[in-house]
């Protein structure tokens, strides 16, 4: 039962509820070398060795072990109870935008939620319901022909609609959180839920569905769908006008030549991490292939060649050298998957 729907604005299939247990012919077997496997009655492969550079903003990190990338909610899950039958851990990418893999790759099942796209636009409610895989910035460009407001801010933010909704993707002085109605999960058996905004306990550029994936005591919920509450009736070409502008502003005051996740550290209270950076004079400033732009030293750039650990390091590099100064340690935005080597 397939969720990518395309033309986009097509509504959405209800998926089935629950998943069917793999038989034990699914499994790799052993002492043989690894081959992809398909769910059985799918389209959906298992893949190994996957590199994960070619899947991230930064284009490093080393391969996920295994590696799927379903195209429907029911593919989704036959892909997590595949790993559960296996004991296998599951990390969960987006659009690879705000992360930084190990140069060791990830163990275990990588699933991919890029091609879970599909939007539909109600007329009546404002509401615009997306799949986790709908990259943000084609939504917002969706809505500002329609002539709906509130997405104008995100034209510049290079992440999908599962991603903003862990992360409170935001910019512009708005952020998801202002705009989501509700959002569907999955827990790690599988099991769907509705949560409100209220239910992620959102802050600043965070959610209890990112803190849940970095403790372990936690369960696991990956959001497969998310509906936003906009405003529709405006002219279309004022809409476009408005968006232009803020993805003109990005562009003209953050550099997008060069691999980079975007901003590396949240804003503390006090100034932002940007000018922090730069008031230690490390524009500029590499270490092997990885560099902290000139243009906006909240960036760090892969000038070619760069490892993730160039770029752990600088990251590190930075926040030393801004703590020395102003007895502030910056916390990154970014976030850290695998196991990296100690400096």
Same mark, same amino acid.
């Given at each position: 039962?397939?969720?990518?729907?395309?033309?986009?604005?097509?509504?959405?299939?209800?998926?089935?509820?629950?998943?069917?247990?793999?038989?034990?012919?699914?499994?790799?077997?052993?002492?043989?070398?690894?081959?992809?496997?398909?769910?059985?009655?799918?389209?959906?492969?298992?893949?190994?060795?996957?590199?994960?550079?070619?899947?991230?903003?930064?284009?490093?990190?080393?391969?996920?072990?295994?590696?799927?990338?379903?195209?429907?909610?029911?593919?989704?899950?036959?892909?997590?109870?595949?790993?559960?039958?296996?004991?296998?851990?599951?990390?969960?990418?987006?659009?690879?935008?705000?992360?930084?893999?190990?140069?060791?790759?990830?163990?275990?099942?990588?699933?991919?939620?890029?091609?879970?796209?599909?939007?539909?636009?109600? *007329?009546? +409610?404002? &509401?615009?319901?997306? =799949? !986790?895989?709908?990259?943000? @910035?084609?939504? /917002?460009?969706?809505?500002?022909?329609?002539?709906?407001?509130?997405?104008?801010?995100?034209?510049?933010?290079?992440?999908?609609?599962?991603?903003?909704?862990?992360?409170?993707?935001?910019?512009?002085?708005?952020?998801?959180?202002?705009?989501?109605?509700?959002?569907?999960?999955?827990?790690?058996?599988?099991?769907?839920?509705?949560?409100?905004?209220?239910?992620?306990?959102?802050?600043?550029?965070?959610?209890?569905?990112?803190?849940?994936?970095?403790?372990?005591?936690?369960?696991?919920?990956?959001?497969? *769908?998310? +509906?936003? &509450?906009?405003?529709? =009736? !405006?002219?279309?070409?004022? @809409?476009?006008? /408005?968006?232009?502008?803020?993805?003109?502003?990005?562009?003209?005051?953050?550099?997008?030549?060069?691999?980079?996740?975007?901003?590396?550290?949240?804003?503390?209270?006090?100034?932002?991490?940007?000018?922090?950076?730069?008031?230690?004079?490390?524009?500029?400033?590499?270490?092997?292939?990885?560099?902290?732009?000139?243009?906006?030293?909240?960036?760090?750039?892969?000038?070619?060649?760069?490892?993730?650990?160039?770029?752990?390091?600088?990251?590190?590099?930075?926040?030393?050298?801004?703590?020395?100064?102003?007895?502030?340690?910056?916390?990154?935005?970014?976030?850290?998957?695998?196991?990296?080597?100690?400096?």
């Amino acid at each position: 039962m397939t969720l990518s729907h395309d033309p986009t604005t097509a509504a959405p299939v209800q998926p089935k509820l629950g998943y069917r247990a793999m038989p034990e012919s699914s499994f790799l077997p052993l002492g043989q070398p690894p081959q992809p496997i398909r769910l059985p009655g799918t389209d959906c492969l298992i893949k190994p060795k996957v590199p994960l550079s070619t899947l991230t903003s930064y284009r490093v990190g080393g391969p996920a072990e295994l590696y799927a990338a379903p195209r429907t909610l029911e593919d989704l899950q036959l892909s997590l109870a595949w790993a559960n039958d296996r004991g296998l851990p599951v990390t969960f990418l987006g659009a690879g935008s705000n992360l930084l893999v190990s140069d060791r790759g990830l163990p275990g099942l990588v699933i991919c939620t890029r091609r879970l796209r599909y939007t539909h636009f109600d *007329e009546e +409610t404002g &509401q615009v319901t997306a =799949g !986790a895989g709908v990259s943000l @910035v084609r939504l /917002a460009w969706q809505a500002a022909e329609r002539g709906w407001q509130g997405l104008e801010w995100a034209v510049g933010i290079p992440g999908t609609v599962g991603g903003a909704v862990v992360m409170n993707a935001g910019a512009h002085h708005s952020c998801t959180a202002e705009i989501l109605v509700n959002t569907n999960v999955l827990n790690r058996s599988g099991e769907p839920s509705l949560l409100l905004p209220a239910d992620l306990r959102y802050s600043y550029r965070s959610s209890s569905l990112q803190t849940a994936a970095a403790n372990k005591d936690q369960p696991l919920r990956l959001v497969t *769908e998310a +509906t936003l &509450q906009l405003q529709p =009736g !405006a002219r279309p070409d004022t @809409v476009l006008a /408005a968006t232009t502008e803020h993805l003109d502003q990005r562009r003209n005051t953050q550099p997008y030549h060069l691999p980079s996740c975007g901003s590396v550290f949240r804003n503390p209270a006090s100034h932002k991490a940007g000018w922090l950076i730069e008031q230690t004079g490390l524009k500029g400033y590499q270490i092997g292939g990885a560099q902290i732009a000139q243009r906006h030293a909240n960036f760090i750039l892969n000038c070619g060649g760069a490892t993730a650990s160039d770029i752990l390091n600088l990251i590190r590099h930075a926040q030393e050298q801004v703590d020395r100064r102003w007895s502030l340690w910056l916390e990154p935005e970014v976030k850290m998957l695998g196991e990296f080597q100690a400096a």
